[in-house]
């Protein structure tokens, strides 16, 4: 709940500083939420706990990825944040301008 107060409270900040000024450029709202999906760990309100090293080393289960059992046709681990950067971020980005571009401001 926190965390959602935080992004409310800092996107009416945004919206009041960008109504007393002109509009922001495209680049601009696309940067923003380029760089907050990014950085979505941050403001992710689901539990974003690690699983336990020292449970890990002993061959215990924690609740991590690797005690999980993948199909034969699961990418690499590498392959994640790589697709995150060129794929999941911009689309992301572009769909949040676009709402943004439609609304006129960033909190209601």
């Known amino acids: 709940a926190t965390q959602l107060a935080a992004i409310t409270v800092f996107f ?4 009041a ?7 922001p450029p495209q680049w601009a709202v696309f940067a923003l939420f380029f760089g907050m999906s990014l950085r979505s760990r ?25 005690d999980r ?6 990418p690499p681990g590498v392959t994640f944040p790589i697709m995150w950067v060129l794929i999941v971020a911009p689309l992301r980005a572009a769909s949040s301008m676009l709402v943004w571009e439609q609304t006129g401001h960033l909190c209601d």
């Open 69 to 74: 059992v993948m199909p034969s046709w699961t």
């Open 12 to 15: 009416a900040a945004l919206d």
């Open 17 to 23: 500083a960008a109504a007393s000024l002109q509009a």
């Open 42 to 66: 941050l403001f992710s309100p689901l539990d974003n706990s690690r699983p336990d090293l020292e449970k890990a080393t002993k061959g215990e289960a924690t609740g991590g990825f690797n």
